[in-house]
């Protein structure tokens, strides 16, 4: 039998670790938590968890900063982060930061569940596709990087490499909101799609020249995004 999968909550607020810990070993996962930033940082270190549910106000470190040590400790980590925070720039902050994805509380735990399962999901499956190029761009999949001609190599999250991989096996369709959200995030279309314009937001910024002026990640307006390679 599969050993259980290891979920790290660092929350400082009880009644929603216990929330939390409740509905996640319901699901079959164990779980660890920790209240603080810096007990949380202790807790990846020992337990490495398989993936970290992340509170962004937490009582003593600034919740980013966890999260870009959190990326330090483990580049392939998946990091969900929880916040209160509604505005659209708080979040990308969050994903700059090395996030793999966010959810505003409050949040339903059958959403929540399913995120996680959805950063687990590659893990199961081959790797068909090891590497591919985006204009002078190339993107190794396995390793989650990309690279710039000769460059070292950038970090990716889970979802910005699963996301330009399904651009790029459509490449030169126009692909909807509603059918990236369902493939990649295993969520149904009335959940918001803001999550995506998010994550093209920063693929822009890591692909593109110009990321004001894409040349290869497109907007196709009102319904989605192409990849022209």
């Not at 505005?87 to 969050?94: F, H, L, V, Y």
């Not at 509380?105 to 199961?124: D, H, M, Q, T, Y």
Request: with cysteine.
């Amino acid at each position: 039998m599969e050993p259980r999968r290891t979920i790290l909550v660092i929350e400082d607020e009880p009644h929603i670790v216990l929330g939390l810990r409740d509905a996640l070993e319901f699901e079959g996962f164990r779980v660890t938590s920790a209240g603080t930033g810096r007990e949380g940082l202790v807790a990846a270190r020992q337990e490495k968890p398989s993936a970290v549910l992340l509170d962004l106000m937490l009582p003593d470190i600034n919740g980013y900063q966890v999260c870009e040590e959190l990326r330090r400790i483990d580049p392939l980590l998946p990091i969900i982060v929880l916040t209160a925070r509604s505005q659209e720039a708080d979040k990308i902050r969050g994903l700059d930061a090395g996030a793999d994805d966010y959810v505003t509380k409050p949040f339903s735990v059958g959403e929540l569940v399913a995120r996680i399962r959805a950063l687990f999901r590659r893990a199961n499956r081959p790797n068909e596709i090891t590497s591919f190029r985006v204009g002078a761009v190339t993107v190794n999949v396995a390793a989650q990087t990309l690279t710039h001609g000769s460059g070292p190599p950038e970090a990716l999250s889970f979802y910005e490499v699963e996301l330009v991989r399904l651009l790029w096996e459509r490449q030169g369709q126009a692909v909807s909101r509603e059918e990236i959200l369902n493939k990649i995030w295993g969520l149904e279309a009335s959940t918001t799609t803001r999550t995506i314009d998010n994550f093209i937001v920063k693929l822009r910024k890591k692909i593109e020249k110009r990321a004001d002026a894409p040349e290869h990640i497109l907007t196709v307006y009102g319904f989605g995004y192409k990849l022209v390679p």
